[in-house]
């Protein structure tokens, strides 16, 4: 089983920035495509960028061009640099595999955004 131990929330105004980071157990990891997802309270979880093995990166609409997604395998670790932050990216943030998440989670971190 990967662990996955996620870390860098924190509290921010809005239109501040943040970096998190997964560091992820095992081997597997540079051959996988790897994830960060977000659950606001009383809301579903929700994928919000995506990175393969090789590098490519999809992200939510809701981030686009404020969220940078970035892997380095040779630590076995995922980032997440968030700018421009807004209140509504107020959220648990977890890291998994990318599109068909591990039946298991991180304890996640949080982001609180104030407005």
């Known amino acids: 089983q990967v662990q996955l131990v996620e870390s860098g929330g924190g509290l921010v105004q809005a239109g501040g920035s943040l970096r998190l980071s997964c560091a992820a157990s095992?081997?597997?990891?540079?051959?996988?495509?790897m994830g960060w997802y977000r659950q606001a309270p009383g809301s579903e979880r929700e994928s919000v960028a995506f990175?393969?093995?090789?590098?490519?990166?999809t992200y939510a609409d809701s981030v686009k061009g404020r969220f940078t997604i970035s892997r380095d395998n040779a630590k076995n670790t995922v980032y997440l640099q968030m700018n421009s932050l807004k209140p509504e990216d107020t959220a648990i943030y977890y890291c998994?595999?990318?599109?068909?998440?591990?039946?298991?989670w991180g304890q996640g971190t949080q982001v609180t955004v104030s407005s």
């Open positions: 990175i393969t093995p090789g590098g490519t990166t």
């Open positions: 998994n595999r990318g599109g068909q998440p591990w039946g298991y």
């Open positions: 095992g081997s597997i990891f540079r051959f996988v495509a």
